[in-house]
């Protein structure tokens, strides 16, 4: 692209954005400490005094309970872990159905497979791009067991009708809130609103060890078969299951190693006290990005639903190509050359994704996409969530312009780059038909 003749040469950003990075000093400490301890995983794979892991994890689980106020929290080495741990605690299988969203990581859809459950996709909602209540409705049959909803950005879903299809039809409810830590819906916590609710530590969220997750629950069951999952649980079911009479009550259960060492936990008691901080600043600069975008009639921002936090770990916002007149690819293309690099949101949504186009993750087999346990067909064609599709195909887009350390003074710059823009659209729109 002929950027640079364009705009004279001159970019508006002299040099790249500097990265977000939430580790500090404290951190760390942290990791030099349970160095020093010479324990850096306090779990043994038998029932005992270490099933439940060293004295890190424990505190990691016990300041999640007490501040999301929750009964029961379950440390994982990833959120993706801790999702097929949720569906799993549940008692998801064969035969039975997940709703969940197209607009998301594919581990969220991949942790019903896991289990031998076959996702079912529902569209989302233009503008919060969570899970559509009517796309969830029309997309609800016997099989259905559970929504797996997607807290995306740092928002929400709109919980309020989905919980009410939830009560009708006596389902359950996950929350993926790996990327909406601290978030809230109408001054409830998400991950708090549903049967179970994940959080994520992975290097890029807003709060981070590397890698890590965590499960919260407020149903005992529930918290029981996630530490079974999280831990080797088949080996160690006969010593954990006793009854009062001395006989032991059979729970079927396979479990693996998705435990978190103690380092993680480490670094990750020390993240979780800067949540409140690191959110209010993304905060601060969202609202502040949100004011100056409102003066382009061609750019949407997302939705705060009323009464409601969003913690922006990305900011999304719509593209509206036929307001302005020229692609998405050309405005994606001019603000990298002006320094300010945008990602294309839901780039890929889910159902497109070879496997549910093949209907294959074995070899040799269809299982779970074509068995006796389905001898319905879960369509996956191209059209079946056509909001997702449009996101994807020509409107959704993110930008970290909100993360910390960036300041007020690079989003004037950024918005500086759009006001660009504007001033040479014909030339951007002669450029498009040369």
């Known amino acids: 692209m002929q950027k640079l003749a364009l705009f004279n040469g001159k970019s508006i950003l002299k040099k790249a954005l500097p990265r977000y990075n939430s580790i500090g000093k404290k951190e760390e400490q942290a990791a030099v400490r349970v160095v020093r301890e010479e324990l850096l995983s306090g779990f043994v794979g038998r029932a005992g005094d270490y099933f439940l892991g060293g004295k890190y994890v424990k505190?990691?689980?016990?300041?999640?309970?007490?501040?999301?106020n929750v009964k029961y929290a379950v440390s994982f080495n990833s959120a993706s872990t801790a999702l097929q741990a949720a569906v799993g605690a549940l008692g998801i299988g064969p035969g039975d159905e997940v709703i969940?969203?197209?607009?998301?990581?594919?581990?969220?859809?991949?942790?019903?497979?896991?289990?031998?459950?076959?996702?079912?996709?529902a569209d989302i909602e233009e503008n919060s791009f969570c899970l559509d209540s009517e796309s969830i409705k029309k997309n609800v049959s016997k099989k259905t067991k559970a929504i797996l909803a997607v807290n995306m950005h740092g928002g929400s879903a709109d919980y309020g009708p989905i919980l009410k299809i939830i009560?009708?039809?006596?389902?359950?409810?996950?929350?993926?809130?790996?990327?909406?830590a601290g978030a809230t819906y109408k001054r409830k916590f998400t991950g708090t609103i549903g049967d179970i609710g994940i959080f994520s530590f992975n290097v890029h969220k807003i709060i981070q060890c590397g890698e890590g997750g965590v499960l919260v629950t407020n149903n005992k069951k529930y918290?029981?078969?996630?530490?079974?999952?999280?831990?080797?649980?088949?080996?160690?079911?006969?010593?954990?299951?006793k009854l009062p009479n001395g006989k032991r009550s059979f729970e079927p259960i396979l479990g693996n190693n998705y435990r978190l060492s103690e380092i993680h936990a480490a670094i990750a008691i020390e993240q979780f006290k800067k949540m409140d901080k690191l959110n209010k600043q993304r905060i601060a600069l969202a609202d502040y990005l949100t004011e100056k975008l409102s003066q382009f009639n061609w750019l949407v921002s997302p939705l705060v639903f009323k009464n409601s936090i969003h913690v922006y770990y990305s900011y999304p916002f719509r593209f509206l190509a036929d307001k302005i007149g020229i692609k998405r690819t050309t405005f994606i293309k001019t603000m990298e050359a002006e320094g300010f690099p945008l990602f294309i949101g839901c780039e890929n949504p889910i159902h497109l994704l070879p496997i549910y186009q093949k209907k294959r993750i074995y070899p040799n087999s269809k299982f779970p996409f074509v068995s006796k346990e389905y001898p319905h067909n879960v369509s996956y064609k191209k059209g079946i969530c056509p909001v997702a599709e449009r996101m994807s195909e020509k409107e959704l887009l993110e930008t970290t312009i909100c993360q910390p350390p960036q300041t007020k003074k690079e989003i004037d710059l950024f918005i500086s780059a759009i006001k660009k823009i504007e001033q040479n659209i014909e030339e951007l729109r002669k450029y498009e038909k040369a």
């Open 59 to 68: 505190e990691l689980e016990k300041r999640f309970c007490e501040y999301f």
């Open 100 to 121: 969940t969203s197209p607009y998301t990581m594919s581990s969220t859809a991949s942790a019903v497979l896991f289990n031998n459950a076959l996702p079912v996709f």
């Open 167 to 180: 009560r009708k039809r006596k389902l359950k409810i996950i929350e993926d809130n790996a990327q909406s």
């Open 223 to 241: 918290g029981f078969r996630a530490q079974l999952i999280r831990n080797h649980g088949e080996a160690v079911i006969n010593d954990l299951c």
